[in-house]
């Protein structure tokens, strides 16, 4: 990434200091607030305002594939998450639990959500019965509870704010394309709304969701070389319908046991907004899911006609459908600058007296700066196009960051030569032994981020032990 001028001292540099880099955008944006329980935060309204068009434009190409929203309860009964032995021990350490209610000891304690899986069991356990009932393609909108010992805004919080999918399903053919499906949907969702490019993969053995058969994943390279789990799509197989009972009648009149799947994304996705396109001076948000995505930023506004031209300009671009803000406050133009670079709004446009006498305003893009004089005929078409440039310029920019950060390694020892440099991913062969993979970790800090699904034969022998590979493994340290 090149060198900027540093224009908001509030900001540490990202090349000081990363984590504080991401702090000071969190506060300065006005994203987040901390509050008196830690790990738990405060999503100011332009920080849910980002939420809301992920999840604007998420629900869509959830309900485009046929799925519905429903709504589970938050509490579950320590009896129900106890009826899957390999979920219940995945998620033990993070669960917390209510023990009372009032001043009354409850007979059995109520386990925050931490995920709903048992809570959907138990409920298609009672709606499923023949084959006509399926599948059911749910979605929720709701938070989650998990006791996190180390947090950060957005990236690891004790409570946040996600959707997850549950699906069930007649046969193990349709509910693994489902997976895959939506797996597909989240790596479109990310490169075509956040810019942001993702790995698609399968998680190994002992990386995979407690209770699943198998997990999928996308990963993303943020700015530091970290990598960051964008994403999750989980086949069940039957195993979730044995433990509960559920079985529906085939059209054969046969019992049989339906299989199931659950995904996922969560506010995680805005720290990976910010990770992967922020810069030294802020925010640099995709257009698709900016709360504002161009700013009017009116010169000389005591002269007369220019608040009116500006008026007139931002009533023309919200009727074509584009979030805009006219900022006729008393600030200075430098001043209204600098702020809504640190919130990331993609387009700035400026105009004044001179603009206006020449019939034309200013385009200024966030993410490179780059400043264009376009006609006030067509003007629509021209910020529309600039949107597009914006996007474009973010993607290429990640994936160029990716592609310069991806090493390709036979051994553990070239994996300590490319990570003495700074993070980034890993592609190695592996044998599929756990133990490998263990050592691996311990030796270079780099664990297994998924298996991709598009494999490369980067050599016959595992990166670790030297004996023959099965797969090649991305790699990499990780939020």
């Not at 980002?50 to 869509?60: K, M, P, T, Y």
């Not at 909108?141 to 998990?146: D, E, G, L, N, T």
């Not at 399903?169 to 693994?176: N, S, V």
Request: contains cysteine.
């Amino acid at each position: 990434m090149a060198k900027q001028e540093k224009k908001v001292d509030a900001i540490t540099s990202m090349d000081v200091d990363f984590a504080q880099w991401y702090t000071d955008i969190v506060k300065k944006a006005e994203l987040i607030a901390y509050t008196s329980v830690k790990g738990c935060m405060v999503i100011r309204p332009y920080g849910y305002a980002i939420w809301e068009n992920i999840q604007r434009l998420l629900d869509g190409m959830f309900k485009e594939t046929g799925h519905e929203n429903v709504n589970m309860p938050m509490f579950i009964p320590e009896s129900l998450l106890q009826k899957e032995k390999d979920h219940v021990e995945g998620f033990a350490p993070e669960v917390a639990w209510v023990t009372h209610g009032g001043n009354t000891r409850l007979e059995e304690r109520l386990c925050v959500r931490p995920t709903s899986e048992t809570l959907f069991c138990e409920h298609y356990a009672d709606i499923v019965h023949s084959y006509r009932d399926l599948p059911k393609l749910y979605n929720q909108w709701v938070s989650v509870v998990r006791w996190e010992k180390t947090t950060r805004p957005f990236l690891r919080s004790r409570e946040f704010l996600w959707q997850e999918g549950h699906t069930i399903h007649a046969t193990a053919e349709e509910a693994i394309e489902e997976t895959e499906r939506m797996l597909n949907v989240y790596t479109r969702f990310c490169e075509e709304c956040l810019a942001m490019p993702v790995v698609q993969g399968k998680k190994t053995e002992s990386d995979k969701f407690a209770g699943a058969v198998s997990t999928y994943a996308i990963e993303a390279l943020m700015h530091d070389g970290k990598a960051l789990q964008a994403g999750t799509s989980h086949y069940f197989g039957d195993g979730f319908a044995k433990a509960f009972g559920i079985q529906y009648a085939d059209k054969d009149n046969t019992l049989k046991y339906p299989h199931q799947t659950s995904w996922g994304v969560t506010t995680r996705l805005i720290g990976a907004i910010i990770m992967t396109h922020g810069d030294n001076n802020g925010l640099v948000l995709p257009p698709a899911v900016a709360p504002i995505q161009v700013v009017i930023v009116p010169a000389a506004m005591h002269k007369e006609g220019v608040l009116e031209k500006a008026e007139e300009i931002r009533a023309q671009l919200a009727a074509a459908g584009i979030r805009v803000k006219l900022d006729a406050s008393d600030n200075s133009p430098g001043w209204k600058f600098a702020e809504y670079e640190v919130k990331g709004v993609p387009v700035r446009l400026e105009i004044g007296p001179r603009d206006i006498a020449a019939g034309q305003c200013i385009l200024a893009a966030r993410h490179n700066g780059e400043k264009t004089a376009v006609s006030l005929e067509g003007l629509v078409g021209a910020v529309q196009e600039k949107l597009r440039e914006v996007h474009d310029g973010l993607y290429d920019a990640a994936l160029k960051n990716r592609e310069a950060h991806t090493y390709q390694c036979r051994s553990i020892e070239e994996i300590q030569t490319a990570l003495a440099g700074g993070d980034g991913f890993i592609e190695a062969m592996w044998c599929g032994d756990e133990s490998c993979e263990d050592e691996v970790k311990a030796k270079t800090g780099a664990g297994s981020r998924c298996i991709p699904l598009t494999q490369k034969q980067l050599s016959d022998t595992c990166v670790c032990c030297g004996k023959p590979a099965k797969c090649m493994v991305l790699w990499g340290k990780a939020y």
